[in-house]
């Protein structure tokens, strides 16, 4: 049994799989609660599919980029579990999650997200098989749409103005699915056990494309 935790955004899930094969999901709009709102969920979640923390196998996390406080949550989250129950931890990235749906997109596979500050935090990928093209990185979005072109699918958690920036394109956009990420993470997540690609949970760490602005206020 593996259990799979994504507070990157507000838009939060957990789910529990066996072997990848999802069992029992959550998603719900967060807002900026993590702290006090992701072990309920996770307790609901064990208590709804019948389970308890004892028979969990592996945990896998989502590392960002994303919120601060809510990829700190989620990972420290799935470190304590995998450190407490003795089980291997995996991280897979944001971008890569909210990509990977669309792996039978016949082209370039640009996962997006703001990032404040008027930039967009991206990476691309191509499906067949399954790959990075480019690495999760921060661009103005003058700056991305030059930098994409051809055949190209763009994806995440796409507002309305984020998708006027590529009107007039020849690209296609989509929304991330609404069931949250947690879902991709249990395939993915499990993909990578299965292959050997475990980590020391302690060295599992949050993907920030800046450093957090935190400190007193001027």
């Known amino acids: 049994m593996e259990l799979s935790i994504d507070t990157a955004s507000e838009l939060a899930s957990v789910a529990l799989s066996r072997e990848e094969i999802v ?8 807002q900026r609660n993590h ?5 309920p969920a996770i307790d609901r979640l064990l208590t709804a599919s019948g389970f308890d923390k004892s028979g969990l196998t592996a945990v896998f996390v989502c590392l960002g980029p994303g919120m601060y406080t809510g990829l700190r949550v989620g990972v420290s989250t799935a470190q304590g579990l995998a450190r407490g129950l003795e089980i291997p931890a995996l991280g897979v ?3 890569e999650l909210d990509a990977y749906p669309h792996a039978d997109f016949e082209g370039d596979i640009v996962a997006v997200h703001r990032a404040g500050r008027g930039e967009l935090a991206w990476a691309s990928y191509r499906g067949d098989p399954w790959r990075e093209v480019s690495a999760p990185r921060l661009s103005r979005p003058d700056e991305l749409v030059a930098a ?3 055949r190209t699918l763009v994806v995440g958690e ?4 984020t998708a006027g920036l590529f009107a007039g394109h020849d690209l296609t956009v989509r929304e991330a699915a ?3 990420r947690a879902r991709c993470l249990a395939e993915l997540g499990f993909a990578r056990l299965r292959a ?4 020391e ?18």
């Open 178 to 180: 609404v069931g949250g």
């Open 158 to 161: 796409v507002d309305e103005q």
């Open 93 to 95: 990235g944001r971008l």
């Open 196 to 199: 050997g690609e475990t980590a």
């Open 23 to 30: 069992i029992e999901d959550i998603a719900w709009r967060c």
């Open 148 to 150: 994409i072109g051809g």
């Open 35 to 39: 702290t006090v709102e992701l072990m």
């Open 201 to 218: 949970a302690a060295l599992l760490r949050p993907v920030y494309l800046r450093p957090p602005a935190i400190g007193g206020r001027k």
